[in-house]
């Protein structure tokens, strides 16, 4: 038997969904809206996985694509169910998403609320849908602030000067793994810092690890000093584009950026935060050069009660460092890229 749910409040669409999911019932029992199609009434449900979902009742003869994606997190499909012993063709809508249930409620409720005025079923769900396509972007844009774009901006340009040598170059990129270093192969570690201020040449070093060099290897760190301009020439889209262009593996790169969370099917999501270069840095990290690593520490062990440790380097002590011929940055680049 199926409850009737009479109003289209979504805190209360929404606790619905966590009824069943707390009774387990998924895919076998509905909670009946107090709204209609031409066909017979809209259902609160769940997929066999415990996602949300709400079924809209189609005239059998429409002909609807088997699957498509109308929206991140939101997934549309004709298919036909048993309700009360009846089979009904339906459309359902599916949020792929548990965090974003109070959304997906929302737009149930507007689904709903257009069919109540007379709309027909797919005109209410297409425009209800772009509706919640914005609103995701909106919430999603809000997520990636300038300071993640300009970091990943920072090592995808190390890795389009790589791509140029080895368009299999972005099989070295780490970082997005989790890796303590951008970039390895090999015996060679490169690390890349990116940041907006020109007048102070200040990086952040997230672990006492990040400049460790590797056993019998080597390590250098590049800084990247960029501008915001909403004119400028890079940007993580357009970046990922040429690092493609120069013959990058489109799968296995896509989902190196996708660890970064950037979805190269939504790529205009990154699209407004865009940069100029100001400079570059290119540093070999050795023996007496500003750092800190376990090694600093009595025992090797980190003083008792104390984790972790992030902390600040300014460059400008570090000018000995500093690479200053090209010739040899662009050997560097060529010895690391040739693995």
Not at 29 to 42: I, K, M, R
Not at 120 to 132: L, T
Not at 313 to 325: G, T
Request: proline share 4%; with cysteine.
């Amino acid at each position: 038997m199926n409850d009737v749910l009479d109003t289209l409040d979504p805190e209360l669409i929404q606790g619905r969904w966590n009824i069943l999911r707390r009774r387990g019932e998924f895919s076998r029992h509905f909670y009946e809206l107090a709204v209609s199609t031409a066909e017979g009434s809209l259902y609160l449900g769940l997929s066999a996985e415990g996602m949300a979902s709400v079924l809209v009742p189609l005239d059998p003869a429409r002909q609807i694509p088997e699957q498509t994606v109308e929206s991140r997190n939101l997934y549309v499909t004709r298919k036909t169910i048993s309700i009360a012993g009846r089979s009904i063709v339906v459309l359902e809508l599916l949020c792929s998403t548990l965090e974003l249930d109070s959304v997906f409620a929302k737009l149930v409720s507007d689904i709903a609320n257009r069919i109540g005025d007379g709309g027909s079923a797919i005109a209410s769900i297409e425009s209800a849908v772009a509706d919640f396509r914005r609103l995701l972007q909106r919430e999603y844009r809000k997520q990636i602030d300038v300071e993640k774009a300009m970091g990943v901006v920072g090592e995808l340009i190390t890795l389009d000067r790589l791509s140029r040598i080895n368009p299999d170059a972005w099989q070295a990129w780490s970082g997005p793994t989790g890796s303590e270093h951008d970039f390895f192969r090999n015996s060679r570690t490169l690390e890349v810092k990116a940041t907006g201020h020109l007048h102070e040449p200040v990086v952040e070093i997230s672990s006492l690890d990040q400049l460790q060099e590797p056993e019998n290897g080597n390590l250098h760190l590049i800084h990247h000093v960029f501008s915001i301009d909403p004119e400028g020439p890079l940007s993580v889209p357009g970046l990922y584009q040429e690092i493609l262009r120069r013959g990058a593996d489109e799968i296995g790169f896509a989902r190196l950026l996708e660890l970064n969370g950037f979805d190269v099917n939504h790529p205009d999501d990154w699209e407004e935060h865009r940069f100029s270069l100001r400079d570059s840095g290119f540093y070999r990290v050795s023996e007496d050069f500003p750092r800190l690593l376990k090694a600093s520490f009595s025992d090797g062990d980190l003083p008792r009660g104390v984790s972790h440790v992030t902390y600040r380097i300014n460059l400008s002590i570090a000018r000995e460092f500093k690479l200053q011929d090209e010739a040899l940055i662009e050997d560097l680049h060529q010895k690391f890229a040739a693995g």
